[in-house]
């Protein structure tokens, strides 16, 4: 079996040695360079665009604008942004074409001898814009004063909603013996993955228009690139080189399409060479999408004994200039404000509000953290309030086999969510004592720990003979918060999952060689390596001989996305077909024998539009987590001295990789929860580098990350694989708001809890 | 501007280059030598990526031109292992402790470590947090990236 144990990343050594080449390290004999321009204009309707002086750059080779596009229209799951804003579109789409509604809308693509060349025509492109009213943010856009995309048939800004109609709530709030209320306000977050965006183009020998990029889902990125190019998708190649991070932010289109529109114009032109775009960090942040920026109102009963009896909701998602997958990512809210809990009586109502703001989009979690920084507040406050542990309130209420979820329909067999919870407050140092949770060695059924001694704390392990400013111990204050969560593997909703997979046997007498042919994303996750465990477990032979040929659409079959945890799930069950139907191949004698699958998971539902009923998904993952911290009162720095995190992964095909994933995860969390700011004002990032907008460096992460992985099998998973990499960022913001307040004796409803909004807040307080 | 001519030794090599006096160093090694395992991340020697040893200290090669580094010498990601079959020990660590995801920020991270290792050759985890806290890195969460320079410091061999 090469599954369960943790050989070596098969990408290892090219990364150790330089010789890994991502997006922006490619090129060819007689490169081209191409620079993108954007508008810069939040909302302005373009009145002239004259390219003569960029053009008569020395060196320039062309300036692509929204003339030459054959379809300007692009979306994962609506089309309703032009590929490049401008006037003289063609009419072929129903976008209006002239209007930038985003600061990141492209208008030209400029291709030169050189990249100095192609900036210097970008500076020379002359345009007028007509300024037009700005809805910078919900409130404004909610008027509907004018609509940001009057082709929508929704005809307002408000263009997506989403019930939940479950119960009677009036019953539920009769027989609530308390109730607990809260406003909460979530940020954009950026993906700062750390490789800019950056691609290759050409026509290959085959005639095939070629676009060599970092992406999540080469299929996608050809079908989109087809759309707009009005070419068959076999006509178009996409390929991934290295890929340097991705958790959602590469989901949706950067430069595929305009560098297959210039790659193809030229070639139409007769103009054969290859050409290359990099983007810069701030021409990144600027040019795609961020995590949702959010609020929600909301409202919860329980019982005194700690029975939830009603939930009541209202979301608004700021999704920005374009759908982009705003649509599912507010699905996935809207099922989780309720949190992972039995709820007889809901009513619950999300809309999508399109702004000038950057577009809301794929982000590890998608929508969950913020639907589960609700819930989880909810439930904490509702512990205080009940003045019962926090585990305990959590295990009276929470999903187990045989649920019926918010949609009024059965959860997927294999719910997990009370050992997961078990295991986490178990590792975090709670014990069941005369039938409760408790703290070890503690009467209080509170969550509060004693504060442990300072010269104990494990703060004090971090200073070394670097260290200038050591904490005061007067004004540091210690804390422990818990919370827990789900999260849909595969896509939700309806929307069409597959996963393809081919094997192929090569020998004689025995199987001396295997080739697995994929299209899975390797964004760092390390689901290359995994796949070949999988592969070698499921034709039965050595890891050692089972080789890979991944992402490129001219060979490798529709894969579907590296998203929603949803790869090692889905990918597994497409080898597991895919090896049986060799290996019957092989017995007929066939050489080499090839066997190919396409599997489909069970099919899911969209939500019924006036009550939410549906089954949604066909798969959970399940995970808690229990956050130390200490927070010094004076300077408000958050400073995470433990996080334990439990995860049911189902099987772990590769322990050392979901370790990554846990540890990757908790860090990107404690960045949306404590040290990422984006600044969005009038519809414009105000801090588009890495030294404004702050990731997590190595001297901000906990003192430690504890996994605790379970394996509990999911019934459908292959070998019982879960989907996971979400998982560990979901429950994080909400356990360190909780643990902050345990310090505290605060309540944060808002996130990023940086040091100065902390220390106003306690002095307010 | 007219252009310049440097002799830069690089991952040992010694050449002349003719240059523009306003080129990056970081630019030149990628694009002109074709040394591309040295990653452009921020362009404003925040990420760490562009770490490279000039003369032996680590540097931002996005913040430096390349004049600067005539009649000096340069080592990349690439002057590191002998040959892929025999890997630097650092590199070696990295491979077995799961030391990366992505791997964009590698480079940058090795570079970083190696002169640190030699000055500490048995540091504490403190001190490789330390050492490291100029260097991001989006996917690990850092615990695999300081656990592979620990074991690297812990094996005798390195430094030789």
């Not at chain 1, 950026?190 to 965006?197: K, N, R």
């Not at chain 1, 433990?642 to 960045?671: H, S, T, Y």
Request: aromatic share 6%; net charge negative; hydrophobic share 40%.
């Amino acid at each position: 079996m090469s599954i369960g144990i943790s050989p070596y990343r098969v990408d290892a050594s090219g990364k150790v040695t330089g010789a890994a080449l991502f997006p922006g390290d490619l090129t060819r004999p007689q490169l081209l360079h191409a620079k993108v321009l954007f508008s810069n204009q939040p909302h302005a309707r373009m009145v002239r665009m004259d390219t003569r002086a960029a053009e008569a750059v020395p060196g320039v080779i062309a300036i692509f604008t929204a003339a030459d596009v054959p379809v300007n229209e692009y979306g994962l799951t609506m089309f309703d942004q032009p590929v490049l804003v401008g006037v003289n579109a063609n009419g072929r789409s129903p976008v209006p074409s002239d209007v930038s509604r985003w600061e990141g809308d492209q208008v030209a693509i400029i291709v030169a001898e050189t990249e100095a060349a192609a900036a210097a025509a970008r500076e020379r492109i002359n345009i007028e814009w007509e300024q037009l009213p700005l809805l910078p943010d919900i409130d404004t856009a909610v008027r509907d004063e004018i609509l940001l995309h009057p082709e929508h048939p929704a005809q307002s800004n408000r263009y997506h909603h989403y019930k939940i109609r479950k119960g009677d709530m009036a019953a539920g709030w009769a027989a609530a013996d308390v109730i607990v209320e809260g406003e909460y306000h979530l940020p954009n977050q950026e993906h700062a993955y750390l490789q800019p965006e950056a691609a290759l183009s050409y026509v290959d020998e085959q005639g095939r228009v070629t676009v060599e990029i970092a992406g999540q889902w080469t299929h996608e990125d050809q079908a989109q690139i087809a759309h707009a190019l009005d070419l068959p998708p076999e006509q178009v190649r996409v390929i991934y080189p290295a890929i340097g991070g991705a958790f959602g932010g590469r989901e949706d289109m950067s430069l595929q399409i305009v560098m297959a529109l210039a790659t193809w114009k030229l070639h139409q032109r007769g103009e054969m060479r290859p050409i290359r775009c990099i983007w810069s960090r701030e021409e990144s942040i600027i040019g795609h999408h961020k995590r949702h920026r959010a609020r929600a109102k909301t409202r919860w009963g329980a019982t005194k004994e700690g029975k939830i009896t009603a939930v009541e909701a209202e979301v608004y998602m700021d999704a920005g200039a374009y759908n982009y997958t705003t649509n599912k990512v507010m699905g996935n809210f809207h099922l989780t404000v309720g949190g992972p809990y039995e709820i007889p009586n809901a009513h619950i109502d999300s809309y999508a509000v399109y702004t000038n703001s950057v577009p809301g989009g794929a982000f590890r979690g998608f929508g969950a953290p913020q639907g589960c920084f609700v819930a989880e507040s909810q439930m904490n406050k509702l512990a205080e309030a009940l003045g019962m542990n926090p585990v305990a309130l959590r295990l009276k209420n929470c999903y187990r086999e045989n649920s019926i979820g918010i949609t009024q329909t059965p959860l997927p067999a294999g719910v997990s969510l009370p050992q997961v919870i078990e295991a986490c407050a178990a590792k975090a140092g709670w014990q069941v004592a005369g039938g409760k949770w408790q703290v070890a060695g503690e009467e209080s059924p509170n969550l509060a720990v004693s504060s442990p001694p300072i010269s104990q704390s494990p703060i004090s392990n971090l200073q070394s003979p670097f260290q200038s400013l050591p904490p005061n111990p007067a004004t540091l204050r210690f804390g422990r918060g818990f919370a827990c969560a789900y999260k849909n593997i595969g896509y939700s909703f309806g929307f069409p999952e597959r996963c393809e997979a081919t094997i192929e046997l090569y020998g004689a007498g025995s199987v001396e060689r295997v080739v697995l042919k994929h299209s899975a994303a390797e964004v760092g996750q390390g689901t290359h390596t995994a796949l070949r465990q999988m592969a070698a477990t499921a034709v039965g032979v050595p890891l050692e001989i089972v080789e890979l040929v991944m992402s490129d659409t001219a060979v490798t079959g529709d894969s579907g996305s590296v998203s929603a945890s949803r790869m090692t799930w889905m990918a597994g069950n497409a080898i597991q077909l895919a090896a049986a139907a060799a290996k019957q191949e092989w017995t007929d004698e066939d050489r080499p024998a090839i066997g190919h699958a396409r599997f489909t998971p069970p099919a899911t539902e969209p939500l019924n539009p006036e009550t939410g009923h549906s089954t949604p998904n066909f798969a959970y993952g399940y995970v808690a987590e229990c956050v130390d911290l200490a927070v010094d009162i004076e300077t408000g720095h958050i400073h995470l001295l433990r996080v334990v995190c439990a995860d049911d992964v189902g099987k772990a095909i590769n322990p050392r990789l979901i370790e990554g994933q846990v540890e990757g995860g908790v860090v990107q969390a404690l960045g949306y929860a404590v040290t990422e700011e984006l600044v969005v004002r009038d519809g414009r990032v105000l801090n588009p580098r890495f030294s404004t907008y702050l990731i997590p460096g190595v001297r901000d992460i906990p003192d430690a990350v504890e996994s605790v992985i379970l394996e509990i099998p999911d019934p459908r998973g292959p070998w019982g694989v879960r989907g996971m990499a979400e998982m560990p960022f979901i429950p994080l913001a909400p356990a360190i708001a909780a643990a902050l307040h345990d310090a505290t004796g605060v309540w944060f409803n808002e996130i990023p809890l940086t040091p100065g909004k902390v220390a106003a807040k306690l002095r307010d307080a | 501007m007219s252009d310049h001519t440097i002799s830069i030794t690089v991952n040992g090599k010694t050449e002349e280059h003719t240059i523009e006096p306003r080129l990056l160093l970081s630019d030149f090694l990628r694009h002109q030598l074709g040394l591309t395992g040295t990653h452009v991340g921020c362009e404003h020697g925040v990420c760490g990526a562009c770490t490279v040893l000039f003369d032996g200290q680590p540097v931002r090669s996005c913040l430096m031109f390349a004049v600067q580094a005539n009649g000096h010498e340069i080592m990349t990601v690439e002057g590191l292992a002998k040959s892929m079959g025999n890997l630097h020990p650092l590199q070696q660590a990295f491979w077995e402790a799961h030391g990366l995801q992505c791997g964009f920020c590698t480079p940058g991270i090795l570079l970083t470590l190696l002169p640190f290792l030699a000055e500490n050759p048995r540091p504490t985890e403190a001190e490789v947090r330390e050492a490291l806290s100029g260097n991001l890195c989006r996917c690990t969460g850092y615990q695999h990236i300081v656990d592979a320079a620990l074991l690297a410091a812990s094996r005798m061999e390195f430094g030789n």
